[in-house]
C-alpha cells in the first residue's frame, strides 16, 4: 500500500517536473545541442525543425534550451531572432514563450 503511494508519488512529480537534458540520451542530446547551434543561426529553421517532435519531453525541453541560449544574460542584441523563432515556432510553445518574455521584461 504504502509503496504504491510512494510510486504514485513519485510518477506525479516526474510528470509535473521538467525534464532536463542530462537526463535523456546521448543522441537526444546531441539532437537538442544542434537545434540550440542552429537557433542562433537560423530561427526559422530551427522552430520548424521543434516542430517536428513529437515527445512533448524533448519537445520542452528543446524549446527551453533554445529560449535559455536567446534570453542567456549574455545576450541582449537577439531580438530579431527571438521575433523569428517565436512566429515560426507551434502553438504549443505559447506559454513558454510568454513566460520567457515575462521574465526578460522583469529584468
Do not use: C
Not at 512533448?56 to 544574460?73: A, C, F, K, P
Amino acid at each position: 500500500m504504502v509503496k504504491d503511494m510512494v510510486a504514485g508519488d513519485i510518477a506525479l512529480l516526474e510528470e509535473m517536473l521538467p525534464t532536463k537534458k542530462e537526463d535523456l540520451s546521448k543522441d537526444v542530446q546531441y539532437r537538442i545541442e544542434h537545434a540550440v547551434v542552429l537557433a542562433k543561426s537560423n530561427p526559422i529553421l530551427a522552430a520548424e525543425h521543434l516542430n517536428e517532435i513529437v515527445d512533448e519531453n524533448i519537445y520542452e525541453t528543446t524549446l527551453n534550451e533554445i529560449l535559455d541560449s536567446y534570453y542567456g544574460e549574455d545576450n541582449t542584441d537577439n531580438v530579431e531572432q527571438i521575433k523569428e523563432f517565436t512566429e515560426a515556432v507551434d502553438n504549443r510553445a505559447d506559454e513558454t514563450l510568454a513566460n520567457y518574455a515575462e521574465a526578460k521584461a522583469e529584468r
